[in-house]
């Protein structure tokens, strides 16, 4: 006599998530469903479709019947109004539905200048360096929060900057802040009064690899 199994799928558990809701998961995941015939790759799209979800994995327990959704959450990283529109971007570039909980403070900013913006986080995503915000736009450049620390930059950042500054950013870790402005340097030091305009000081250049 030959037994088959279903394994059904007897509980979801959702992993990393904050703003996206476990119960939307759920729904995702017909009646009845089984281990067996769960279509993983099209679950894991469905998650990413929602726009606070960067990336999902989707893994079973064939023992407890769980499935687990492992979520990579967008954060903001800007809040701005562009004609007249408020937008909140993600650093890959999405509009986001709200901040998240996030305290980024509203800028004015142009079309020009939020292309410039999204350039700029491209690049660090990747050379695999975090954009966690974009803190002050001026006349002097744009003033950036990477990977916990400041950072000036304005238009045409190079791939080799976005290395440099990569593999800079540990050998500094007193550095108040990184100048990317300068072609193909990376400028470590504190501008003066911490603003994107002015000289800076007591600053040493490392070229940028590649």
């Known amino acids: 006599m030959i037994t088959y199994l279903n394994f059904p799928v007897k509980g979801v ?43 999902a994995g989707v893994n079973e327990n064939w ?23 408020e937008i909140i971007l993600s650093a890959d570039g999405k509009e986001l539905p709200g901040l998240g909980g996030s305290d980024l403070e509203r800028m004015e900013l142009d079309r020009d200048q939020v292309g410039e913006i999204l350039d700029f986080a491209n690049t660090l995503h990747e050379n695999g360096v975090r954009l966690d915000s974009i803190d002050e736009v001026d006349a002097g450049g744009i003033r950036a929060t990477v990977a916990g620390r400041t950072v000036f930059f304005s238009r045409d950042v190079t791939e080799g900057q976005a290395e440099a500054l990569k593999n800079i950013m540990p050998q500094h870790p007193d550095a108040q802040a990184f100048d990317l402005r300068s072609p193909d340097r990376v400028v470590v030091g504190a501008p003066a009064q911490g603003k994107a305009e002015g000289n800076t000081q007591g600053n040493t250049q490392s070229e940028p690899r590649g």
């Open 13 to 55: 558990k959702v992993e990393g998530a904050r703003m996206y809701p476990e119960s939307q998961v759920t729904n995702d995941i017909p009646d009845n469903a089984s281990l067996l015939t769960l279509n993983k790759n099209l679950l894991e799209k469905k998650v990413e479709s929602h726009p606070w979800v960067e990336s």
């Open 63 to 85: 023992n407890s019947g769980i499935v687990t959704v492992q979520v990579k959450e967008r954060r903001p990283m800007l809040y701005a109004e562009v004609d007249g529109r």
